[in-house]
């Protein structure tokens, strides 16, 4: 049976090794690329593309201390930090998200945790945006297993909490939480059954091995995330990692790639750092199997490239939205 067509009878994998994935980093272009559409279009529509707007419903002055983020309190990086949004003022956001063509709107607040009477809050937002007719995905940092299952009830279709880097690379990125604090809530969210949309960051000075340990920790998950957000760092300055060296858009690609082939059923979202990337390395990861990216002027505090730019690259790459997939 040739690579292709075994693909299509393939049953997705949770015991992927490293060595492995090592060997698919290490392949050559062209091998991983073809490896990588194949399992694309084995499995999904490879010309569709899932696009879902982000909105910053509370922003800035967050206790965590992620290296990264222009949003920690530990980092002096000028933002101006504000309260939780009204939720007419959400809605009107996502009324326009989904005139623009969006399926899914995404909300993210700049918390360790959020606290009940909050949780109330954002609740009554899915349970709007949903009336729209959009999906929804919030992402609003550590959750309990009984306020996971409160977001369920209230509609919600995804929580986006990222595993961001290694097992081995993450201490030098986050201090003030765990891995495992992470794979906790990653559980209690799958447990309540939502749908898990988890992923890393690439470009942080991490080394290629960490990159393999990143995917190899999200495709061995008791089970693969439906969304894989794949971000390219955004440097931020006032942030330690925003003084990373600039990262080889063809490692992103691979990281694209072998995120596709080990995790073959997931959408792979091209993520954040699509303003820095030119069309052809952004065209490239369409290539690898990635089929879902974030769509609108802004991601949570940094610029993406506006609505009409992105329609007209997917107009020269024959790519249509895909429809949310209810509503
Ligand atoms: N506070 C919540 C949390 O961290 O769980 C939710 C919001 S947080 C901003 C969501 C994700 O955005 C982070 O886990 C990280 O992967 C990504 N992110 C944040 N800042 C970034 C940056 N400068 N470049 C790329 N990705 C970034
Ligand atoms: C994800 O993996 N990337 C998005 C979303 N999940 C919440 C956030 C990217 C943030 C980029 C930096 C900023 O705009 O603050
Ligand atoms: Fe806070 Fe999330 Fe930024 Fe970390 S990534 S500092 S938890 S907003």
Redesign the pocket.
């Known amino acids: 049976m040739n690579a292709p067509t075994r693909a299509l009878h393939d049953v997705p994998r949770s015991d992927w090794t490293r060595e492995e994935i090592t060997a698919l980093f290490a392949l050559p272009f062209a091998e991983l690329m073809f490896r990588a559409a194949s399992v694309h279009r084995a499995h999904f529509d490879p010309n569709q593309v899932q696009t879902s707007t ?1 909105l910053s419903i509370k922003t800035g002055g967050c206790p965590e201390d992620c290296g990264y983020c ?2 920690s309190a530990k980092n002096d990086t000028g933002l101006k930090a504000s309260k939780l949004m009204e939720i007419d003022a959400v809605l009107a956001d996502a009324s326009a998200a989904k005139a623009a063509g969006a399926s899914r709107f ?1 909300m ?1 607040a700049a918390w360790r945790s959020p606290k009940d009477k909050d949780l109330d809050a954002v609740c009554a937002m899915v349970e709007g945006v949903r009336a729209l007719g959009m999906e929804t995905c919030v ?1 609003l940092g550590m959750l309990t297993a009984p306020q996971a299952i409160r977001l369920k009830q209230s509609g919600l279709d995804y929580y ?1 909490h ?1 595993l961001d880097t290694s097992p081995e690379y993450y201490r030098h990125v986050i201090t003030t939480r765990t891995y495992q604090d992470r794979l906790d809530t990653l559980e209690h969210v799958r447990d309540a059954g939502i749908n898990v949309c988890c ?1 890393g960051i690439v470009g942080m000075g991490e080394s290629a091995e960490d990159r393999t340990g990143l995917i190899h920790a999200l495709a061995t998950l008791p089970a693969h995330p439906q969304s894989v ?1 794949i ?1 390219a760092l ?1 440097q931020i300055e006032g942030t330690p990692q925003g003084l990373s060296a600039p990262l080889d858009p063809i490692d992103f690609v691979r990281t694209i790639a072998v995120a596709r082939i080990t995790m073959p059923r997931s959408m792979v979202r091209l ?2 750092g699509r303003e820095e990337m030119s069309d052809e390395t952004q065209a490239l990861c369409f290539l690898a199997g990635a089929n879902s990216t ?1 769509y609108g002027a802004r ?4 610029p993406n490239p506006v609505a009409d730019d992105d329609r007209a690259l997917f107009a020269r790459l024959g790519i249509t939205l895909m429809p949310p997939s209810h509503g």
Request: glycine share 10%; with cysteine.
């Open positions: 982000l222009s949003q995404c993210g992402t986006n990222n992923g957000p971000n955004v993520s954040a974030f991601l949570l505090t940094t």
